[in-house]
């Protein structure tokens, strides 16, 4: 693919007013969020679920692109189409997670690093001939004591670099998610100290790699409050110190940035979104949602596994979808949520 059909895909993908639907989860990842609503994590349960988000009636309307897990991008709807052709044919760009997860990293304990990059060229190849058009590889940063280490962090900048140019060469536009751990009780400044760290190592790796910016996605964590910090930012705040991180670590010529949920509530990854698409506007790239668990999990709890819960599941995600996707422009309010799904 020529460089201007990269950049054609990665617009699309931040295409005003809609974001992405990540639902690549590992099956081991599925098993988790499928053990609260008590389904079985079984290959034909995590088909249905996975059809299930992609019949969703106008899904497009708010929702460019989904990405696929190996298993899903070879899987079919019951009607026996191809979930990457049916996807073609609603208008949602298919993806797929390339990465194969985050492993320890040796000598730095509590710290991960992503791998995945052998073979990488010919999965790429393969992911492309069944109709992949963007791929993901999500690198895991945690904040701890004495933790990230620079070491981790440049493992992890240079692997996604390496990754996103061989996506390019591939004719796939990457998905970059660099994603700072919200688990842990620091602060917000503490976490706008790594994401800027992080960012910052990311971005020389890109450059240096020679990675088309127009070409690829940022997918960053938001600034924000470790999970067990007892001074939780407001969304004001959240909204600022995200901003400014990305302003002071982004290229300007970067297609889009779509944000990860990483653990928020559903309701705070909108707000936070709304937040920021409202409070600056003309920022040089588009910012947007690419959400798994704050798109996925009132779906999830509304399906339970029953078929006769289908349609009341589908219209949760529209909702949520619709919600995001107001967000993406600055026109989300609280009263919407108590809008019948
Ligand atoms: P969450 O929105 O649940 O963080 O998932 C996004 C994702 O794709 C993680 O890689």
Same mark, same amino acid.
């Given at each position: 693919m020529t460089s201007q059909g990269l950049q054609a895909t990665a617009k699309a993908m931040v295409a005003k007013g809609k974001g992405i639907l990540a639902m690549d989860e590992s099956n081991p990842t599925c098993g988790r969020r499928f053990k609260k609503p008590g389904i079985e994590n079984t290959i034909e349960n995590r088909r249905a679920w996975r059809e299930l988000l992609l019949t969703t009636p !106008?899904?497009?309307?708010?929702?460019?692109?989904? $990405?696929?897990?190996?298993?899903?991008?070879? @899987?079919?709807?019951?009607?026996?189409?191809? +979930?990457? @052709?049916?996807?073609?044919?609603?208008? $949602?760009?298919?993806?797929?997670? #390339?990465?194969?997860?985050?492993?320890? *990293?040796?000598? +730095?304990?509590? /710290?991960? #690093?992503? /791998?995945? *990059?052998?073979?990488? !060229?010919? !999965?790429?190849?393969e992911y492309k001939g069944m109709g992949a058009r963007f791929a993901k590889w999500r690198a895991v940063i945690t904040i701890g004591k004495g933790i990230p280490t620079r070491a981790c962090i440049h493992a992890n900048a240079h692997a996604l670099a390496r990754y996103a140019a061989l996506c390019q060469e591939a004719g796939i536009v990457p998905i970059v998610e660099p994603e700072v751990l919200i688990d842990g009780d620091h602060t917000i400044d503490r976490c706008y100290e790594v994401s800027s760290d992080t960012l910052r190592a990311v971005f020389a790796e890109i450059e240096e790699q020679r990675v088309l910016l127009e070409g690829m996605v940022l997918k960053p964590s938001m600034v924000i409050s470790g999970l067990d910090c007892p001074q939780q930012a407001r969304v004001k705040e959240v909204a600022e110190k995200t901003v400014e991180c990305l302003l002071k670590n982004l290229p300007e010529n970067l297609a889009g940035v779509a944000f990860l949920s990483g653990g928020q509530s559903n309701e705070l990854a909108t707000a936070h979104l709304n937040a920021m698409n409202t409070m600056y506007r003309g920022l040089p790239w588009p910012l947007t949602f690419s959400y798994a668990r704050a798109l996925q999990q009132p779906a999830l709890e509304g399906w339970r596994g029953e078929k006769a819960n289908v349609t009341a599941a589908q219209k949760r995600l529209y909702h949520r979808a619709k919600l995001n996707g107001a967000a993406s422009l600055g026109q989300y309010s609280e009263a919407m949520e108590r809008e019948a799904p």
């Amino acid at each position: 693919m020529t460089s201007q059909g990269l950049q054609a895909t990665a617009k699309a993908m931040v295409a005003k007013g809609k974001g992405i639907l990540a639902m690549d989860e590992s099956n081991p990842t599925c098993g988790r969020r499928f053990k609260k609503p008590g389904i079985e994590n079984t290959i034909e349960n995590r088909r249905a679920w996975r059809e299930l988000l992609l019949t969703t009636p !106008r899904l497009a309307d708010y929702i460019s692109g989904a $990405i696929l897990y190996d298993e899903t991008i070879r @899987q079919a709807t019951s009607d026996g189409i191809p +979930f990457p @052709q049916y996807m073609g044919q609603c208008g $949602i760009i298919p993806g797929i997670k #390339v990465d194969t997860g985050a492993k320890d *990293l040796t000598g +730095f304990p509590g /710290e991960k #690093v992503t /791998e995945g *990059l052998d073979g990488l !060229r010919e !999965r790429l190849a393969e992911y492309k001939g069944m109709g992949a058009r963007f791929a993901k590889w999500r690198a895991v940063i945690t904040i701890g004591k004495g933790i990230p280490t620079r070491a981790c962090i440049h493992a992890n900048a240079h692997a996604l670099a390496r990754y996103a140019a061989l996506c390019q060469e591939a004719g796939i536009v990457p998905i970059v998610e660099p994603e700072v751990l919200i688990d842990g009780d620091h602060t917000i400044d503490r976490c706008y100290e790594v994401s800027s760290d992080t960012l910052r190592a990311v971005f020389a790796e890109i450059e240096e790699q020679r990675v088309l910016l127009e070409g690829m996605v940022l997918k960053p964590s938001m600034v924000i409050s470790g999970l067990d910090c007892p001074q939780q930012a407001r969304v004001k705040e959240v909204a600022e110190k995200t901003v400014e991180c990305l302003l002071k670590n982004l290229p300007e010529n970067l297609a889009g940035v779509a944000f990860l949920s990483g653990g928020q509530s559903n309701e705070l990854a909108t707000a936070h979104l709304n937040a920021m698409n409202t409070m600056y506007r003309g920022l040089p790239w588009p910012l947007t949602f690419s959400y798994a668990r704050a798109l996925q999990q009132p779906a999830l709890e509304g399906w339970r596994g029953e078929k006769a819960n289908v349609t009341a599941a589908q219209k949760r995600l529209y909702h949520r979808a619709k919600l995001n996707g107001a967000a993406s422009l600055g026109q989300y309010s609280e009263a919407m949520e108590r809008e019948a799904p």
